[in-house]
């Protein structure tokens, strides 16, 4: 499982499942948000193959559009980023950049 910790909340995300805790001084037990469906990942991969496969082959708009998958790009290259230099990193939007 992976945590996110953001200024509002936290995020814990598994392969099969997700649960989002808000920001609290009290000692948070249960998850505001949650959502587990467990054997999903398989079933996603496939369909999400599918999807793209279809689409090379009819020239139809995927599911995911391609900003989508360079958004995911951009958090894992900052969340590398802030590994190895062992600081939070932040985005600016209008620079289109990260920064320390």
Not at 55 to 60: H, L, Q, W
Not at 81 to 92: D, H, I
Request: overall charge positive.
């Amino acid at each position: 499982m992976k945590q996110f910790h953001g200024s509002k909340a936290r995020f814990d995300v598994a392969r099969d499942s997700g649960a989002l805790y808000p920001e609290s001084r009290e000692i948070v037990t249960r998850p505001e948000v949650e959502k587990k469906e467990y054997g999903s990942f398989e079933r996603a991969a496939r369909q999400h193959i599918a999807n793209f496969l279809d689409c090379a082959r009819t020239r139809k708009e995927p599911n995911a559009p391609v900003e989508a998958g360079q958004s995911t790009a951009i958090v894992l290259c900052m969340a590398i980023e802030a590994l190895r230099s062992g600081r939070r990193m932040k985005w600016n939007a209008a620079k289109r950049d990260m920064e320390v």
